[in-house]
């Protein structure tokens, strides 16, 4: 069984100014990690994931994230946030022996980007 | 692509009365899952379908708790009785494939209240 834990429930923040989300996970085998973002009244959207390779992965809107294996941690980043990137965001981890993209989620971090 | 659909958007019921949610997934996807989503215990996998069968429904909180899929193209949530404490968002997803490489579509959620 995996889980997964979001160090920040809320995170404040100042248009322009950077932004990190902090994910530990805890497994016995080797995992795919998610990030997720939920918008207002919305569902959960794919944000950026690491499956194998490079261990810096980047999403279209200027997020990325780091796999850091030792620490067991993916750690989300943005150097510059916009109003519009307020949101909930929801790290994931699926055990990769695992079918159907069963994902377990944290608790999920929501960032609130103050003009 | 319309997306997942979920219906009703929200659900306002007397605790003891039978709720029934409505998932339609994404034309082709042959995987569906149920979340659920609390304060107080974030996003919950309730249980999931493959090619309209069940396979994994340990995440089913009781015995009030019933899902089916009786074709590629619909799903339900049934709740029976219903309880304050089943207040949440349901959440609906659905996947192309057993692949990470397919990531979850959301839906928008069913806002449930039970009073």
């Known amino acids: 069984a995996q889980s997964v834990t979001q160090l920040d429930s809320q995170v404040p923040v100042f248009e322009e100014a950077p932004v990190e989300l902090r994910c530990n996970y805890s497994?016995?085998?080797?995992?795919?990690l998610f990030w997720y973002v939920q918008y207002p009244n919305q569902g959960l959207q794919l944000l950026l994931k690491?499956?194998?390779?490079?261990?810096l992965v980047e999403s279209i809107n200027g997020f990325e994230a780091e796999f850091n294996k030792s620490q067991t941690s993916f750690h989300l980043r943005k150097p510059s946030v916009h109003i519009s990137d307020t949101a909930e965001y929801f790290c994931?981890?699926?055990?990769?022996?695992?079918?159907?993209?069963?994902?377990?989620f944290g608790g999920g971090t929501r960032v609130l980007v103050k003009p | 692509d319309a997306g997942v659909i979920q219906s009703p958007r929200h659900e306002v019921t007397e605790m003891g009365q039978e709720v029934t949610l409505r998932c339609k997934p994404i034309?082709?996807?042959?995987?569906l899952f149920w979340y659920r989503q609390t304060m107080m215990r974030g996003l919950e996998l309730l249980i999931y379908?493959?090619?309209?069968?069940?396979?994994?429904d340990s995440g089913m909180p009781e015995d009030r708790f019933s899902a089916k899929m009786p074709n590629a193209s619909f799903s339900t949530l049934k709740i029976q009785p219903s309880e304050p404490r089943d207040s949440a968002v349901y959440f609906c997803?659905?996947?192309?494939?057993?692949?990470?490489?397919?990531?979850?579509?959301f839906g928008n959620g069913t806002r449930l209240t039970v009073t």
């Open positions: 690491y499956l194998s390779g490079s261990t």
């Open positions: 034309s082709g996807h042959d995987y």
């Open positions: 379908f493959n090619n309209n069968v069940p396979i994994d």
């Open positions: 994931a981890v699926s055990d990769n022996k695992a079918a159907g993209n069963k994902l377990t």
């Open positions: 997803a659905s996947s192309k494939a057993s692949s990470y490489n397919s990531p979850l579509h």
């Open positions: 497994s016995s085998v080797s995992v795919y």
